[in-house]
Structures are given as structure tokens and as C-alpha cells.
């Protein structure tokens, strides 16, 4: 019996595209767009932020001075967040519909700039009963940690959670603890799975 939904944030419930904030450094460092995730991916600087393992004023500082960034904290917080959209992929009818019922969790790869951005700006957050945050307990998805982290925030046995996650490797790795997971492809999609289980 579904007691618990642990949800995904990015691209289950806010939709994020990364090029947005590349088009943006693309015009304060001269690297075209496309190539500035190539530049990054060898400094482990984004796993690092989103486990915990550096500072928000250090990654800025790092990430700036290696694209030769010469814009200051607040100015690149506003472009490092500017990856979201403002329209949520779930309502907040929805979400606040199996609040009433369910112990809502979320469960998110992310960091100190982008949580607090979204902790302001989407009130459908209000919703959920705890936060199961990389950048908070220095584990990412999908190590099994993580997952540990989820059962003791859902506050029951992991067969009676029902996970959501875009990723695929995510919901094999939680279904690799018990909790019954689904990929989300749509929310059309969900609402289907959400049915055959009697949530909603």
C-alpha cells in the first residue's frame, strides 16, 4: 500500500534547460555556448557542488575564474538559475491533492543556488512534507545512500514509497532498495501509473 510519493525535481516537476545559463556566460567569456559544458567537465565542479563538497561563494569563484566569468556572486547566481522555467510540468492542484493523502518527499540531485532559488520561487514546494537534498546529505542519485536517506524521510517501509524520477538509472537504483519506481516521460504518463496503483 502506496503511503509515501518521493518525487524528482528537475524535469518531474520544474523543467530546466542548462543551455539558457550557456548563452548567458557565452556573452561574458567569448566561449560559445555548446562548448562551455566541454570546458567543465573535467573539474568535477558540479558533482562537488551538488554533494556538498564545496561552498556556493567557492563555486562561483572557481567556475568564473575558469571561463574567465568577470561577473560578480549575485549576477552569476541570477544566470545559474536562469536554467529554469517558471511553468511547473505538475500543477499545484495536483500536488496539493496528494498532499492530502500522502506524505509527499522530494528527492533531488542539486545545490545551495538552485534549491534556494526554487525554494522562493515555486510555491508548489509548500507542498511536500521533508527534502532529501544532495547538497545537504552529501550523497548523489543514484548511490544507494541516497535512497536510504528517502525511506527514513518517507517514514515508512520502502515497498509502501512510490518514487518518481526522469532518469532511468535513478529508478533502477531505487527500485534496487524496495521502492516501487516509475520513469516520468509525461505527466499524462503518470496520471496512468498514479491510476493502476489506486493513488489517485
Known amino acids: 500500500m502506496i503511503r509515501t510519493i518521493i518525487f524528482d525535481l528537475g524535469k518531474v ?7 539558457r545559463a550557456y548563452k548567458q556566460m ?9 562548448e562551455i559544458p566541454l570546458k567543465l567537465v573535467d573539474t568535477g565542479l558540479y558533482r562537488r557542488f551538488e554533494s556538498g563538497l564545496i561552498q556556493p561563494r567557492e563555486f562561483v569563484e572557481e567556475i ?3 571561463l574567465g566569468i568577470r561577473v560578480g556572486y549575485q549576477d552569476f547566481c541570477d544566470i545559474w538559475t536562469s536554467i529554469f522555467f517558471p511553468e511547473t510540468l505538475i500543477s499545484d492542484e495536483f500536488m496539493a491533492q496528494l498532499a492530502q493523502r500522502y506524505r509527499l518527499v522530494l528527492l533531488s540531485n542539486t545545490n545551495f543556488i538552485h534549491f534556494e532559488m526554487i525554494r522562493a520561487g515555486y510555491p508548489i514546494l509548500r507542498h511536500f512534507h521533508a527534502f532529501v537534498l544532495s547538497y545537504e546529505v552529501a550523497i ?3 548511490a544507494a545512500g541516497i535512497y536510504h536517506k528517502a525511506i527514513e524521510a518517507a517514514e515508512c517501509k520502502p515497498e509502501d514509497c512510490f518514487f518518481i524520477d526522469d532518469i532511468l538509472e535513478n529508478v533502477e ?7 516501487e519506481a516509475v520513469q516520468f516521460l509525461s505527466v499524462e504518463q503518470l496520471e496512468e501509473e498514479m491510476r493502476t496503483r489506486g493513488i489517485i
Open 13 to 19: 516537476i520544474v523543467p530546466f534547460d542548462f543551455n
Open 26 to 34: 557565452e556573452v561574458h567569456c567569448g566561449t560559445p555556448a555548446k
Open 64 to 66: 568564473t575564474t575558469h
Open 140 to 142: 548523489m542519485k543514484p
Open 173 to 179: 537504483a531505487a527500485r534496487a532498495e524496495g521502492i
